[in-house]
């Protein structure tokens, strides 16, 4: 199936007889890419669900006020991390216990999670991962994984590409480092 454009989603999406199949182009366009990037900040595929599902509810309400400033990608894009951003905030804050430990937490429910299928060596990039602070895990996540250029993380994070690229680089020391320590 070819991609349409974001210009006729959102021409689409205007229009009070197409607005239901406009929404519908943008989550089979949007929907698995966006999930993906949740999957890998919060790792529980049940949370990461909830947390796409409601990533695109805000998307349904405010996407009549999209002025396209940014790329619609990239927008939906920031809704879904400050969903997770919220998510992890609110989980820290319930068990009042550090952000390291919560990341401890999602650690182990990696080793337990029955959707969680990757080999050893997948294992040990998400453990390396967990033990980042939340900006640069972010950051290395987008970069890497998503393959977003510094620009996009930059429109998304509201971060100067400068401040970026040093997250980025931090990131990958910590992640070598630990990789090392840990054979």
Same mark, same amino acid.
């Given at each position: ?16 007889? =197409?607005? %239901?199949?406009?929404?519908? &182009?943008?989550? *089979? /366009?949007? !929907?698995?890419? +966006? ?45 879904? =991390?400050? %969903?997770?951003?919220?998510? &992890?905030?609110? *989980? /820290?804050? !319930?068990?009042? +216990? ?86």
């Amino acid at each position: 199936m070819q991609q349409i454009e974001d210009a006729v989603i959102l021409e689409k999406f205007a229009n009070e007889r =197409t607005k %239901e199949e406009a929404f519908t &182009l943008l989550l *089979k /366009k949007y !929907q698995q890419k +966006i999930y993906w990037h949740v999957r890998r900040l919060v790792l529980n595929h049940d949370d990461a669900d909830d947390l796409v599902q409601d990533a695109f509810i805000k998307v349904w309400k405010n996407l009549g006020n999209f002025r396209s400033d940014s790329q619609l990608y990239t927008w939906i894009y920031r809704i879904a =991390t400050n %969903e997770c951003l919220t998510f &992890l905030n609110k *989980k /820290k804050q !319930q068990n009042n +216990i550090p952000l390291d430990e919560v990341s401890y937490d999602l650690a182990e429910s990696l080793k337990e999670g029955s959707y969680f299928n990757g080999n050893q060596a997948e294992l040990k990039l998400q453990q390396a991962l967990l033990t980042l602070p939340e900006k640069q895990r972010l950051v290395f996540n987008m970069k890497y994984f998503d393959d977003l250029k510094y620009e996009e993380i930059s429109e998304i994070l509201g971060t100067s590409v400068g401040g970026l690229k040093a997250s980025f680089h931090h990131a990958v020391k910590k992640i070598e480092s630990f990789l090392l320590s840990k054979d």
